[in-house]
């Protein structure tokens, strides 16, 4: 009988014409599970959505570019983010105003004024009041005239002279050219200031 034929490789069925090389190769078993390995991360890394097929250009293989895993932010995510910055300055102005209104000093009112001469003096609110009228009316009359109405121990009250000069418009910005004026000024006297600083 003839000898007996060994039955042929599958890289001989596939191929007549081509080598069995991996049977001489002892690295070929080692790279295969490697392999398998690479291409299954790769396919749930694009599945996840960690990574995509970025288009290149002509002639270039398209590579794998990472995806931010930050989603972003919608419409109505950014009008409540704007709203909540628009809140926190209303708060912040609001706390500003009633900062100054605490440091703003108390008001002592005409009223207040007419009993404190009452109470010193002993005459009557109504004398009082027509006092304290007859004094401011005389010292606005003087000092309209360009004359200095000093009273000792409390202070001189006098006309003032402001030149004409350039201002802006606090709303708009604009440019606007101020007249020259006259306008009334007080300067304490030294007693005055000295009973300010008392305390303090």
């Given at each position: 009988?003839?000898?007996?034929?060994p039955?042929?490789?599958t890289?001989?069925?596939?191929?007549p014409?081509?080598?069995?090389?991996?049977n001489?190769?002892?690295t070929?078993?080692?790279r295969l599970?490697?392999?398998?390995?690479?291409?299954s991360?790769?396919?749930?890394?694009?599945l996840?959505?960690?990574?995509?097929?970025?288009p290149?250009?002509a002639?270039r293989?398209?590579?794998?570019a990472?995806r931010?895993?930050?989603?972003?932010?919608?419409?109505?995510?950014?009008?409540?983010?704007?709203?909540?910055k628009?809140?926190?300055?209303?708060k912040?102005?609001?706390?500003?105003k009633?900062?100054?209104?605490?440091?703003?000093p108390?008001t002592?009112k005409?009223?207040?004024?007419?009993?404190?001469?009452?109470?010193?003096t002993?005459m009557?609110?109504?004398?009082s009041?027509?006092?304290l009228?007859?004094v401011?009316e005389?010292?606005?009359?003087?000092v309209?005239?360009?004359?200095r109405?000093?009273?000792l121990?409390?202070g001189?009250?006098?006309l003032?002279?402001?030149?004409?000069?350039?201002?802006?418009?606090p709303q708009t910005?604009?440019?606007?050219?101020i007249?020259?004026?006259?306008?009334p000024s007080?300067?304490?006297?030294?007693a005055?200031?000295?009973?300010v600083?008392?305390?303090r």
């Amino acid at each position: 009988k003839a000898d007996a034929i060994p039955p042929a490789t599958t890289n001989e069925l596939t191929d007549p014409n081509k080598t069995n090389d991996n049977n001489n190769d002892p690295t070929a078993a080692m790279r295969l599970p490697s392999l398998l390995i690479l291409a299954s991360l790769v396919a749930s890394l694009l599945l996840d959505g960690t990574f995509a097929f970025v288009p290149s250009k002509a002639g270039r293989t398209p590579a794998l570019a990472s995806r931010s895993t930050k989603p972003s932010p919608s419409r109505s995510s950014v009008r409540l983010m704007a709203a909540k910055k628009a809140s926190k300055s209303k708060k912040a102005s609001k706390s500003k105003k009633a900062a100054k209104k605490e440091d703003a000093p108390e008001t002592f009112k005409k009223a207040e004024f007419v009993s404190a001469i009452a109470e010193k003096t002993g005459m009557t609110k109504v004398d009082s009041e027509a006092a304290l009228a007859a004094v401011l009316e005389t010292i606005t009359e003087e000092v309209s005239a360009g004359k200095r109405v000093s009273i000792l121990g409390f202070g001189t009250f006098k006309l003032s002279y402001r030149s004409a000069r350039k201002g802006r418009n606090p709303q708009t910005g604009e440019e606007l050219d101020i007249a020259a004026s006259y306008s009334p000024s007080f300067t304490a006297a030294k007693a005055f200031k000295e009973k300010v600083n008392e305390g303090r």
